[in-house]
């Protein structure tokens, strides 16, 4: 079994290498993630510039490959130039912190795996939910039994899906179970920190709070909160379809008085 | 009515010079745009680094903010610092090249008119479908006719949908009509451009060829292929509903042999 390992804090964090540790357990492991921290970065390509691979060595070994880009990045330069044969599946993290409700849409841990699912490879995304995590052993254990898992129920999980995973940040003897999830409705209360340079130029820090909206287990956000792991799948299709079908009845072509179809 | 308008071209693209002049006629505009261009920025966010923000003036007018940032910094940055009074509507464009299929993922763009609908604004985003685009003012006529209609129909476009408007690069008597579609699954077959630079080292180009795969007229990528201007709601619950109903049956926890939920 082949797994491509990525993540967004960078190649140097310390929840890639217990990933991909564990991972070798298990599979053939191929290591390639941005060179420098990438958190937030969204599912954000590099066009403007041209990207650059460096080998990475950990005790006298290859670890794997740094990208001078972002996560999304990495897994397209994974798949299409550095494995030989494409990978049987992806595996994005250990992210430190939360990638739960709305911080799904920002993650770049997310948003590796969602690339490698573009690319028609199954994924998967795990983050423990403290941005000072200190527990990432349940969750690279878990990501041991949740990659063949996959694998197996592939005629379930359509191409396109991946799982996303948040485990707390917790000993394994703490956490209460595992939740099939929703994404969860709550989302940053953004406020922009106003500060002066030594020069008495103003610049400006984004920072805030989570209004918490999910109550429900079956929400990520709600079940992380309660000390469950949550598995959600998502998937790119962002088409409101309960919308799309009430905007049929608009007849948008004859509201905006533009010419019939032809 | 107060509209802020932003993009992921930067403030000196002529797209948003022209989607700004329209909308003048129509609302109080304010525009709050990235300093440089941030083409394929995703849905990124800055939280690293600190933003700055700029007065541009253009013939010695206040034209608008520049933002050092990403397009999503930008609608934050606007709503929450720099306008005195929320905007009605933000209207994100108008953006060089297509944003529609997959492309959806990664725009810029279609991530600044996302965050405006993940703060409660309804928004539009609006492109066209040429690299180097030639033809705005249609585009720019469609944003001054939709952005009403869009607030007028509020009651049935859900908090958290916008509205991605894609119009073909054509003379407004070539366009054929006004499509209502769905997010296409047209994608890219990514290439890498291996290069040596002057030192000899290598560096790596990301191009490709977008698999067209969808021919329905109610995709956007097909409607605006065949010179539809293409309108799809989309929304950021990114939850695989279908599989998630499927997986209830796993019984993931026993599947994973863990122990029982509390």
Redesign the interface.
């Known amino acids: 079994m082949r797994i491509l390992v990525s993540n967004d804090d960078g190649i140097d964090s310390i929840g890639i290498s217990i990933l991909a540790k564990y991972l070798k357990e298990i599979g053939e492991v191929t290591v390639v993630a941005p060179q420098r ?1 990438q ?10 510039v ?4 460096n080998k990475v060595f950990k005790n006298d070994e290859l670890f794997g490959y740094a990208v001078t880009g ?1 996560p ?2 990495c897994i ?2 994974g798949i ?2 550095i494995m030989v044969t494409p990978p049987d599946i992806v595996v994005s993290g250990i992210n430190n912190g939360s990638n739960a409700a ?1 911080n ?3 993650s ?1 841990t997310v ?1 590796a795996a ?1 690339e490698a699912a ?1 690319m028609d490879v199954p994924s998967l995304a795990f983050s423990v939910t403290n941005h000072t995590a200190k527990h990432y052993e349940y969750a690279a254990k ?1 990501a041991c ?2 990659v063949p ?1 996959v694998l197996q ?1 592939q005629n ?3 191409v396109g ?1 991946l799982l996303n995973v948040n485990v707390p940040d917790l000993p394994e003897e703490e956490i ?5 999830t ?2 969860g409705k709550s ?1 940053w209360d ?3 920190e ?2 002066t340079d030594p020069y008495g ?6 920072t805030g709070n989570l209004v918490e909206v999910d109550e429900e287990l079956d929400n990520d956000h709600a079940a992380i909160k309660n000390n ?1 792991v949550s ?14 079908e ?3 009845k ?1 007849e ?2 004859h ?8």
């Open positions: 921290e958190s937030a970065a969204g599912h954000s390509i590099t066009m403007q041209p990207l650059r691979v972002t999304a990045d397209k330069m299409r130039n709305i799904i849409i920002y770049g948003s969602r573009i878990l039994r949740l898992l129920k379930e999980i359509p899906t209460k179970g595992i939740k099939l929703k994404q989302k953004d406020i922009y106003e500060r130029r103003k610049y400006y820090w984004l469950f598995i959600t799948p998502i998937h790119f299709d962002l088409t409101d379809y309960p919308t799309f009430k905007m049929r608009w948008i072509e509201l905006l008085n533009n010419k019939e179809s032809k």
